[in-house]
T-cell receptor
Framework: AQSVTQLDSHVSVSEGTPVLLRCNYSSSYSPSLFWYVQHPNKGLQLLLKYTSAATLVKGINGFEAEFKKSETSFHLTKPSAHMSDAAEYFCVVLIKAAGNKLTFGGGTRVLVKP | KAGVTQTPRYLIKTRGQQVTLSCSPISGHRSVSWYQQTPGQGLQFLFEYFSETQRNKGNFPGRFSGRQFSNSRSEMNVSTLELGDSALYLC????????????FGQGTRLTVV
């Protein structure tokens, strides 16, 4: 069975400093991996996705993530945090061979300090 | 084009009642999945419908059911509501079964009292 672990439940950064959100996955199959963001009282918005092409994936709003198979990781980064980045972020894995459902990590809540 | 539309946005129900939630996917999308989000359990997969057929099901009791219509709109039903069913229910729309990208609605927040 596949699983996703987000290593930090909360991350606090100052505006203008880098953001790092850590995600590890386990899967017996080649996964597709995603990062979604959820602002308060909103649905989930796709930030970026990895589907076995380039290992460094660029997303919206300046976010990017690197797929490292040897480390089974898919960490999300942004060079400079903005106040509008305050939200909850979810790392997600999809295994087509395992029924095609999305499996979510527990989420990381990001606080951006002025 | 319009995004994923979920109705209603908020619901308050009493224990023992039943509830029906609706989801209209993005035009042209034929796969609809449902997820439950709670503070304790996080986001959990309920089921997926494609071409009016349930294609996948999560680990939820039979009180949770769903269906999909020929226009791809989907409904989910929860019968005999329990306090623990209070959650944000999210619907995700995909082009096809097996598509690698899902678009989410804003959710229906259900409160059971």
């Amino acid at each position: 069975a596949q699983s996703v672990t987000q290593l930090d439940s909360h991350v606090s950064v100052s505006e203008g400093t880098p953001v790092l959100l850590r995600c590890n996955y386990s899967s017996s199959y080649s996964p597709s991996l995603f990062w979604y963001v959820q602002h308060p009282n909103k649905g989930l918005q796709l930030l970026l996705k990895y589907t076995s092409a380039a290992t460094l994936v660029k997303g919206i709003n300046g976010f990017e993530a690197e797929f490292k198979k040897s480390e089974t990781s898919f960490h999300l980064t942004k060079p400079s945090a903005h106040m509008s980045d305050a939200a909850e972020y979810f790392c997600v894995v999809l295994i087509k061979a395992a029924g095609n459902k999305l499996t979510f990590g527990g989420g990381t809540r990001v606080l951006v300090k002025p | 084009k319009a995004g994923v539309t979920q109705t209603p946005r908020y619901l308050i129900k009493t224990r023992g009642q039943q509830v029906t939630l609706s989801c209209s996917p993005i035009s042209g999308h034929r796969s609809v999945s449902w997820y439950q989000q709670t503070p304790g359990q996080g986001l959990q997969f309920l089921f997926e419908y494609f071409s009016e057929t349930q294609r996948n099901k999560g680990n939820f009791p039979g009180r949770f059911s769903g269906r999909q219509f020929s226009n791809s709109r989907s409904e989910m039903n929860v019968s005999t509501l329990e306090l623990g069913d209070s959650a944000l229910y999210l619907c995700a729309s995909s082009l096809e079964h097996g598509a690698t990208e899902a678009f989410f609605g804003q959710g229906t927040r259900l409160t059971v009292v």
